[in-house]
C-alpha cells in the first residue's frame, strides 16, 4: 500500500486539480442557479442572505479556477507550463476543450470581479455584462465534460447534474418568451 | 475614534460574515472529500485515465524490490514472477488529464 501511496503521490497535483475543477463547477453551478432564482423573483425575502451566498459561491468558484488551473503548472506528468494554462491555444494538451477552459476561467473571474466594479462600469451596463456568466457557465460545463478526466464517471454525472440540471432548467425558463400576455395596467 | 455601527448594520454585517464563513468551509470540505475520492480511485487502480497502471506501478515497485532481493540469492531463480516488461518506465502518462 505504501508503494501505491508513492505512485499515486507521483499525482498529487492532478488530482489537486480534478478536485479543485469539480469544485469550480459546482460551486458555479450552484452560484448560476441561485443568481437566476433571485433574478427572477422566485425567491423572495432575506434578498442580504440570498446575495451574500450567490457572491460567497462566486468567489468560492473562482478561487477553485485559480487552483485547478495552478496545480496543473506543477504536476509533472501533464507538463503544463504557466503559459499553457492562462493563453487559449498555445499548449498541444487538447487544445480546443484546453483553450476553452482558460476562456471560461477568465471570463468567470472577469465577470466575478466585475461585481465590486459596478459602480464604475455603471449598475445598468453591469447587469447586462454579468448576463454573459450563463454562457461562460454553459461553456465551461462543456469544457468539463469534453475534456474532465472523471466526466464519463456515473459519480461524476450524479453530483454534477444535481446542480447544474436545476439550474439549466431556471436559465431554459428565463430564455423561455413569454406566452400569457402582459397586462396593461390602465388603472394608472 | 471610531463610530460604532448600527445596531442593524452589524447584525447583517455578521450574517454576511457568517454566510461567506459556511460557504468557505462547505467549498473546502468538498474539495477534500473529492481529493480523498480520486486518492482512493487512483491508489487502488481504478482511475478512469491511469486504469490499472498506477496500481501496476506500485505491483511493479514491489516485484522490482522483492526481485531484487532475489536477485542475491543466485540459486533461487523460481520465485521472481515478474519480467521486466513493464517495470520503471511504466510511468503512468495520461493523455487525457485534465
Redesign the interface.
Known sequence: ?S??????GE?LF??????????AL??ASASVGLGLLMGGRMLRGRA??LR??H???S??AM??IVLHAGA?VF?S??NLGVADVTIPFLGD??PL??SL?IVCGWSLIALGVSYYLRARIGVARWRRLHRWTALVWVLSIAHAIG????A??L?FLVSVGIVIVPAALLLAVRHTPSTTPTPTNTSR | MTPTPHPALAA?RA??RR??G???TG?TA??LA??S???VQ???GN????GEE??Q???T??GT?ASDAGSSDTTSSDDTTTDDSGESDA????T???
Open positions: 500500500m508503494a501505491a501511496a508513492a505512485a499515486t499525482h492532478w488530482i489537486v486539480s480534478r478536485a479543485a475543477g469539480i469544485v459546482l460551486a442580504v442572505e451574500s451566498v457572491e460567497a459561491l468567489i468560492a478561487a477553485a496543473l504536476d506528468y501533464v494538451h487538447q476543450w484546453t477552459g475534456e474532465g478526466t472523471d464519463g464517471r459519480w | 447583517r450574517r454576511v454566510i461567506r459556511r460557504v468557505a467549498a468538498l474539495f473529492l481529493f475520492g480520486l486518492y487512483m491508489a487502488t482511475d478512469p485515465a491511469l498506477s496500481a506501478v506500485a505491483t515497485a514491489t524490490a510511468a503512468p502518462m495520461t487525457s488529464a485534465s
